[in-house]
């Protein structure tokens, strides 16, 4: 159980446009995702916290209007990019939270490459 | 007071000997601290995690030492192989969020 899974899993875009990534928690429901961030061969870095129904909350230095998050379900958080650029490419990881539990469960991640 | 200091940043252990990676925090509001696993190009994966009312947790090949006192947590991987090489995460959570503070990260490499 507890599984997460992401969408699309690598994604190539050319500078400008806008990519959304999906956040799905395929067997329980999801009070809390979180989007992270990381480069190589480097620590996770949290983005936003989102929860269901609300809007997300950004870390400091997090660029909430380029960074678009929304938290339609228990289950789906998505994150848009907008306006990509070539230091937004990176791998995003999304990770979900069982209500009332503080394990998070992370996605297997998506590798944004923007030409 | 928010940091989570993890060491060393890389490891090499001959296949079969223990593996130790150890975590330093400062936040004594912190509860709940748990190890991931992560492979290249993977997301990291939950590999065990401890509460501070416990000394010592045990899964498998995998246990957690927590020092309370000391504010330090550590992670020993026994009778290590190639396969858990990996970059291992420790993380501290808590003051009632759920947000992870996550170490640095410790490359692990098992020799054959």
């Known amino acids: 159980g507890a599984v997460v899974s992401q969408h699309p899993s690598r994604v190539i875009c050319k500078s400008g446009t806008s990519v959304k990534i999906e956040c799905r928690s395929l067997d329980f429901q999801a009070t809390t995702m979180f989007w992270y961030r990381q480069f190589p061969k480097q620590s996770l870095m949290l983005m936003a916290t989102s929860n269901e129904g609300s809007k997300a909350t950004y870390e400091q230095g997090v660029e909430k209007d380029k960074f678009l998050i929304n938290h339609a379900s228990l289950t789906l958080s998505t994150l848009t990019v907008t306006s990509a650029h070539p230091e937004d490419s990176s791998f995003y990881i999304c990770?979900?939270?069982?209500?009332?539990?503080?394990?998070?469960?992370f996605g297997p991640g998506t590798r944004l490459t923007v030409t | 007071q928010q940091q989570v200091k993890q060491s060393p940043q890389s490891l090499i252990v001959q296949k079969g000997g223990i593996s130790i990676i150890n975590c330093a925090y400062e936040n004594t509001a912190f509860d709940y601290f748990p190890w991931y696993q992560q492979f290249p190009g993977k997301g990291p994966a939950l590999l065990i995690a401890?509460?501070?009312?416990?000394s010592e947790k045990k899964e498998g090949r995998f246990t957690i030492s927590f020092n309370k006192s000391a504010k330090q947590f550590s992670l020993h991987i026994m009778d290590s192989q190639p396969g858990d090489s990996a970059t291992y995460f420790c993380a501290a959570s808590g003051s009632g969020t759920y947000k992870y503070i996550f170490g640095t990260g410790t490359r692990l490499k098992v020799l054959a």
């Open positions: 401890i509460r501070p009312d416990v």
């Open positions: 990770s979900a939270d069982r209500a009332g539990v503080y394990e998070q469960y």
